[in-house]
T-cell receptor
Framework: DTAVSQTPKYLVTQMGNDKSIKCEQN?????MYWYKQDSKKFLKIMFS???????INETVPNRFSPKSPDKAHLNLHINSLELGDSAVYFC?????????????FGPGTRLTVL | GNSVTQMEGPVTLSEEAFLTINCTYT??????LFWYVQYPGEGLQLLLK?????DKGSNKGFEATYRKETTSFHLEKGSVQVSDSAVYFC???????????FGKGTSLLVTP
């Protein structure tokens, strides 16, 4: 069974469109994250949710809106896509909320904005 | 603020060569340190971790020791294989933090 899954794996879309990426974890973790990996492979946190509540919101444009319907899911909705949003987006989860506990990553969603 | 600095890649080695990838960090408090690996086209996998000074993390022949005095967590492997070709990320998280701070990654290519 896949621990952290993301859909879709690839997403190609036009500028100005709205799109969503879904993430699900079956590890029973309390905390979920979205990271963005740019073209130079640099990884940066975007959001973190703990028990469906937002605990980290880095300086991300408000076109990006995370939604956590339950502890096992954290979806990322992006409005009015721009060229600079092209990247690989990784979902991750961990338990408990901080410290030394390992974060488990999904396979990533490669978003290409044309 | 917290930050991680890794040696620039790409690193190219012949099979069975010795590998060192340097990683140093700046952090408030006492961070936990991690090495993650990303194989081509895949997500990140935890390779090893250490949670306090002088701890040694090890996995699949890779090792790294948490050195508080030099704020370092260098990754080593005695004999690399072609299958070790990947991008390696050093990362930290502090006790009060909720997200990993990553280095920029080091690409490793092992040739037969």
């Amino acid at each position: 069974d896949t621990a952290v899954s993301q859909t879709p794996k690839y997403l190609v879309t036009q500028m100005g469109n709205d799109k969503s990426i879904k993430c699900e974890q079956n590890l029973g973790h309390d905390t979920m994250y979205w990271y963005k990996q740019d073209s130079k492979k640099f990884l940066k946190i975007m959001f973190s949710y703990n028990n469906k509540e937002l605990i980290i919101n880095e300086t991300v444009p408000n076109r990006f809106s995370p939604k956590s319907p339950d502890k096992a899911h954290l979806n990322l909705h992006i409005n009015s896509l721009e060229l600079g949003d092209s990247a690989v987006y990784f979902c991750a989860s961990s338990h408990p909320t901080s410290g030394a506990d390992t974060q488990y990553f999904g396979p990533g969603t490669r978003l290409t904005v044309l | 603020g917290n930050s991680v600095t890794q040696m620039e890649g790409p690193v190219t080695l012949s099979e069975e060569a010795f590998l060192t990838i340097n990683c140093t960090y700046t952090a408030t408090g006492y961070p936990s340190l991690f090495w993650y690996v990303q194989y081509p086209g895949e997500g990140l996998q935890l390779l090893l971790k250490a949670t306090k000074a002088d701890d040694k993390g090890s996995n699949k022949g890779f090792e790294a020791t948490y050195r508080k005095e030099t704020t370092s967590f260098h990754l080593e492997k005695g004999s690399v294989q072609v299958s070790d070709s990947a991008v390696y990320f050093c990362a930290l998280i502090t006790n009060s933090g909720y997200a990993l701070n990553f280095g920029k990654g080091t690409s490793l290519l092992v040739t037969p």
